[in-house]
């Protein structure tokens, strides 16, 4: 049971990121976030090429496994596994090298979340040994 608990908490983690910069982020939208019907979550196995990921460099490391896009909210969203954590690390730099700021972050022992902004662009990153979640925000045209 323990185990099952521990394992767990990456993916809760990462759930709790999303949720929260998705609040931050629609703030000053009249619509509750989540009620949007033009969600869609697409298998992947090849780096997406669309207006969210040429805001961002690609990683270097780990396996796309799926991504999630809502156009109507703005933003998109890339799961991979098969990264370390220190991958996960190296790539947050990689960003942070591009322009991206750090605008707040958590971390405990398995996992880290931080959020980085560039001008009007918003990227959350989650990462725990194993995986890597890439949250991105783009401003309403």
Same mark, same amino acid.
């Given at each position: 049971m323990r185990k099952t608990t521990r394992?767990?908490?990456?993916?809760?983690?990462?759930?709790?990121?999303?949720?929260? %910069?998705?609040?931050?982020? @629609?703030?000053?939208?009249? &619509?509750? %976030?989540?009620?949007?019907? @033009?969600?869609?979550?697409? &298998?992947?196995?090849?780096?997406?090429?669309?207006?969210?990921t040429r805001e961002i460099v690609r990683p270097k490391a780990g396996v796309l496994n799926f991504a999630i896009q809502n156009a109507e909210d703005g933003y998109y969203a890339l799961f991979f596994n098969e990264i370390t954590k220190e991958q996960g690390e190296t790539y947050i730099q990689d960003l942070k090298d591009i322009g991206f700021q750090t605008v707040t972050n958590a971390q405990d022992f398995h996992t880290e979340g931080i959020l980085l902004k560039k001008k009007a662009v918003y990227v959350s990153i989650s990462i725990t040994e194993g995986s890597l979640g890439i949250y991105i925000h783009l401003p309403a045209a």
């Open positions: 394992s767990l908490l990456p993916v809760l983690f990462l759930l709790i990121c999303i949720f929260t %910069v998705t609040i931050c982020l @629609s703030a000053t939208k009249e &619509k509750p %976030v989540l009620q949007s019907s @033009s969600v869609s979550r697409v &298998k992947r196995n090849k780096w997406p090429d669309n207006l969210y």
